[in-house]
């Protein structure tokens, strides 16, 4: 796999659906920034991928997680990002769970700590 597409089509159906839909998500505020690293997608604002690394999607066999490097400094009056150290993450377990203004706020923010 060598595309953020190519990682996401190769998951079962329920996985490819949440990962597609944290994708769309995640490239409205980082366009052009992913890119496979490690074995799964990752956005990054640096030259090249993993240099300054935003945020992440990655495939368990039960559920999604969504991933943002400096998830620990971000505000989050939900109580949903759990981590330690600096990174954070959820795990998705169906589209339904995706909350999607909540997930734009974390990009804004994730990003502008990058920027």
């Not at 953020?4 to 659906?17: C, G, K, M």
Request: charged share 15%; aromatic share 6%; with cysteine.
């Amino acid at each position: 796999m060598t595309t953020v597409a190519e990682y996401n089509a190769a998951l079962p159906a329920d996985q490819r659906e949440i990962a597609d839909a944290l994708t769309a998500l995640i490239e409205a505020v980082l366009p052009g920034t992913g890119a496979v690293w490690h074995g799964h997608p990752v956005w990054s604002l640096g030259a090249a991928p993993g240099k300054q690394p935003v945020c992440l999607v990655k495939a368990y066999p039960r559920y999604v997680t969504f991933g943002l490097w400096r998830g620990q400094e971000l505000a989050d009056p939900s109580g949903l990002v759990a981590g330690s150290r600096a990174m954070a993450s959820i795990k998705v377990t169906a589209v339904a769970d995706i909350d999607a203004a909540q997930i734009t706020t974390w990009l804004q923010q994730a990003r502008a700590l990058e920027a």
